[in-house]
């Protein structure tokens, strides 16, 4: 069965720290690859995604990933950490499944950033 | 605007009396699903909808049932809710054609059955 693994449940950076939350997933054939933000007492929005080319892929707010095929991985950085990237991220793997897309979810880490 | 709108934003309830959480999506996909959220558990997807009158079980469907009569609505209903359910509830859609087409959420609803 797909899984989606996320080590970190809960970070904590000041300021200006960088960044690095890890994922991986067990599936392997094709895949495509999310990070999704949800903003304390919001709903999930879309950060970045992977489905071809460049294994570096840049999203918003300065946030990047890294498919690294070879280790199964899609980790979430930013060099520089603001207050307001306090929020819960979420991996996602989607792979076709009868035709559609069968969406996991890692389990989330939850990232407080301090003044 | 383009978004998934789901109702109400909380509501508590009793155990055992019938609810119903509606979603509507304005966005003309074809995919929609639920999922909930509990601490340490992620989101899990409760069912979802391939199209109109195509839904399947998620991965923790028991208790719960839906429907897709229209494209842009599916509703989750609860025949009769356990103080388990008690959770935060969202609602998503997509294209559901392509592996690349992201979800779009809902704003959540949060469950309590006392």
């Known amino acids: 069965a797909q899984s989606v693994s996320q080590h970190n449940h809960h970070v904590i950076l000041s300021e200006a720290a960088s960044l690095e939350l890890g994922c991986n997933y067990s599936?392997?054939?094709?895949?495509?690859l999310f990070w999704y933000v949800q903003y304390p007492g919001q709903h999930l929005q879309l950060l970045l995604k992977?489905?071809?080319?460049?294994?570096l892929v840049k999203g918003i707010k300065g946030f990047e990933a890294e498919f690294i095929k070879s280790k199964f991985s899609f980790n979430l950085r930013k060099p520089s950490v603001q207050w307001s990237d306090t929020a819960e991220y979420f991996c996602a793997v989607t792979r076709n499944s009868g035709g559609y897309q069968k969406v996991t979810f890692g389990i989330g880490t939850k990232l407080q950033v301090i003044p | 605007e383009a978004q998934v709108t789901q109702n109400p934003r909380y509501l508590i309830t009793v155990t055992g009396k019938k609810l119903t959480v509606t979603c509507s999506q304005n966005m003309n996909h074809e995919y929609m699903s639920w999922y909930r959220q509990d601490p340490g558990l992620g989101l899990r997807q409760i069912y979802y909808s391939m199209n109109v009158e195509v839904t399947d079980k998620g991965d923790v469907p028991e208790g719960y049932k839906v429907s897709r009569k229209e494209k842009r609505n599916f509703p989750l209903i609860l025949e009769s809710p356990s103080p388990n359910q008690t959770s935060l509830y969202f609602c998503?859609?997509?294209?559901?054609?392509?592996?690349?087409?992201?979800?779009?959420f809902g704003n959540g609803t949060r469950l309590t059955v006392t």
């Open positions: 992977y489905f071809s080319g460049d294994p």
């Open positions: 998503a859609s997509s294209t559901g054609q392509k592996n690349n087409s992201p979800l779009h």
């Open positions: 599936y392997g054939g094709t895949v495509n």
